[in-house]
């Protein structure tokens, strides 16, 4: 039966991450390396991760972003499957085994992603993601479809692959997606297990307050990858446009 090693970057989201942890050690599923990589916290994060005693392992230390500090807890994983859930998302009760007992049936697969709620800030109003589409590389390249925190790949990936790119702030994980549609796009599939995570929606929340940066670094992803034309450059394009125009015009 494969084993887990579940990631959580952190920084200053004292007020969501017992959620996040909980979500983690309440699962059915028992045999996980839980890693929490803070970045160095100010508010109450140090203390709610201490509660927790040798119930998880941790560290709190200066980093250079949410990649980083992602890596940082990849370089330790010991565990067969890999995900990293990120302080304000939470798993669905029965996530792990579900996934487990997929790998286990599925030798063929190496990376999985599933369907995902958007939740509210306090966690409620669950809202099924409804751009979830089955893989493939040309539909990459017009939106990221893949749910983040409902993807678990094999620890042998990230020897194929490699880390994920510290230059990013927003798209490290869009650009991880396509590195690995081009190095194993047989061994990707999305699933049906139901349900698997929540992704936390909120005005502050890193991706919803940065849209004009996030949308610069998908262009400056795609012009890496030697996708000059890709159909997600119009759109970020399109999107930067209209989001300073309404700015201008609602001075």
Request: glycine share 6%.
């Amino acid at each position: 039966m494969p084993t887990f090693t579940i990631v959580t970057p952190s920084y200053q989201h004292g007020s969501f991450i017992r959620q996040t942890i909980d979500s983690v050690l309440n699962q059915s599923f028992k045999d996980i390396e839980y890693w929490i990589i803070d970045g160095g916290s100010t508010d109450k994060t140090k203390s709610i991760l201490t509660s927790y005693g040798k119930k998880i392992r941790w560290l709190s230390e200066n980093d250079r972003g949410q990649a980083d500090a992602i890596n940082k807890g990849l370089l330790k994983a010991k565990g067969d499957i890999v995900a990293w859930l990120n302080s304000d998302d939470f798993y669905e009760p029965g996530t792990l085994q579900k996934v487990s007992d997929y790998f286990g049936a599925n030798p063929q697969i190496d990376f999985i992603f599933g369907d995902m709620n958007f939740v509210d800030r306090d966690g409620n109003n669950p809202q099924k993601c409804d751009y979830l589409s089955d893989f493939s590389l040309p539909r990459l390249l017009k939106y990221c479809y893949i749910c983040q925190p409902s993807v678990f790949f094999r620890r042998s990936v990230i020897d194929r692959v490699g880390l994920l790119n510290t230059k990013y702030t927003y798209a490290f994980d869009y650009d991880y997606w396509l590195r690995v549609g081009k190095l194993i796009p047989g061994r990707i599939k999305r699933v049906s297990l139901g349900t698997l995570s929540n992704l936390r929606t909120y005005k502050s929340r890193k991706t919803e307050a940065g849209i004009i940066p996030m949308r610069q670094e998908v262009i400056k992803m795609m012009f890496s990858h030697g996708y000059w034309y890709a159909p997600a450059i119009i759109e970020s394009v399109y999107l930067i446009v209209k989001s300073k125009l309404s700015k201008q015009y609602a001075k």
